[in-house]
């Protein structure tokens, strides 16, 4: 289990999801703690619920069954 973060800045509309202690993890004022999950893809649900466009930073989750960059980017229906 890791702890995730949803970065509050937006890049082209889409917002990045991190794992702690990721070296692009934005400071304390600018992220928004997901929760503990055993995957990105789980985070990367509840940060879809937090804003429309949301994808895995390639830094900290790509070795964790997500596609290489550019990360998918997850949508809400
Ligand atoms: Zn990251």
Redesign the pocket.
Known sequence: MASYFLDENTKDGAR????DG????PDFYHRIYLGEYSSVQQALRKAVLLHDRVYA?????SEKAVPQSPGPVLQAS
């Open positions: 990045e999801v991190h794992a990721c070296c692009r993890l930073c390639s830094d900290c989750c």
